[in-house]
């Protein structure tokens, strides 16, 4: 079975470099490999949809609808006249970077009727991002805000959580349009079906799960990163990137969709690098 320095020690050894012990034993190619390993890694996971890193899940609501129920409504006490403009809401429950509908304003009437990004202050204030309220009408009273989506073709639809593990999303198992939104760190997915099922590329690390073809593909590219900071000449770089991509348009035409994907060609380097096949 494949293991971490398995797969670096391929990489390193495509290059003509010399191979680690560990990935932590002090060498500048261990340094390197363990610096590139992670963002490489998912790379590759999201380059194609590898059977071994593939899932589905019955999806969470987000607090429920895209525009989200009655009872997730909030009331607005105040709004000041300021850039950017930081509107008072008891227990908001407001995360950054979500989007917020807010109505109802008495006096500062300007505000009503616009979907804004915000920045949570604490949990009763949040600024409403890039708008400058300094000149706008005094809050006297009322108003409201809800969570609330900016594609409008989902306001009548559903935001969900993803996964924990999610990397990249496939389909919906049944069928349905879907939409990711939001940063790294708060995305949801949009959605006008119920109780969506989502088959998804998961953040598979497990290296023992890794199927062969995706090692060949892993170590060809983890070597094109490799070729320059290990002082290797762009030509090395060049070459383990086209066969990276050599290797992907092989998984293609390959039935990667299937639990056993053997790598029929009989790779030498998979061979010298002690992997089970």
């Known amino acids: ?14 290059l003509g ?11 500048k190619m261990a340094d390197h490999c363990n610096e590139f390993w992670d963002y490489i890694l998912y790379e590759v996971l999201e380059d194609f949809p590898w059977n071994f890193a593939k899932k589905s899940r019955s999806l969470g609501y987000t607090s429920g609808y895209a525009f989200h129920a009655d009872s997730d409504v909030k009331t607005i006490s105040g709004i000041s006249q300021a850039d950017p403009a930081v509107v008072t809401c008891a227990t908001h429950g407001f995360l950054d970077e979500h989007t ?25 204030s949040f600024r409403l991002l890039g708008i400058d309220s300094a000149s ?10 809800v ?15 993803l996964p924990a593990d999610y990397l990249r999303a496939l389909y919906l198992d049944g069928g349905g349009e879907f939409e990711i939104m939001g940063s790294a760190y708060n995305r949801r997915l949009l959605t006008t079906t119920k109780d969506a099922v989502l088959v998804y590329v ?3 690390t ?17 070597a094109a990163d490799l070729a320059i900071p290990l002082g290797k000449k762009d030509a090395s770089q060049e070459k383990m990137m086209g066969m990276y991509n050599y290797v992907l348009g092989k998984s293609t035409v390959a039935d990667a969709r299937s639990e056993k994907q053997s790598l029929e060609d009989n790779d030498p380097w998979l061979k010298a690098g002690n992997f089970s096949i």
């Open 202 to 204: 998961s953040e598979e």
């Open 136 to 145: 706008w009408t005094a809050y006297t009273s009322c108003g409201s805000c």
């Open 206 to 222: 497990t290296t023992t799960n890794m199927l062969n073809r995706f090692i060949n593909a892993m170590a060809y590219r983890l």
């Open 100 to 124: 917020v509908y807010v109505y109802d304003v008495e006096g500062m009437t300007e505000v009503n009727g616009r979907v804004y990004e915000i920045e949570k202050i604490d949990a009763n």
């Open 147 to 161: 969570r609330k989506e900016a594609e409008s073709k989902y306001h009548s639809g559903y935001s969900y959580d």
């Open 1 to 14: 079975m494949a293991t971490q320095v398995n797969i670096c020690n391929l990489a390193l050894r495509r």
């Open 17 to 27: 470099a010399q191979e680690i012990t560990a990935i932590n034993d002090g060498t």
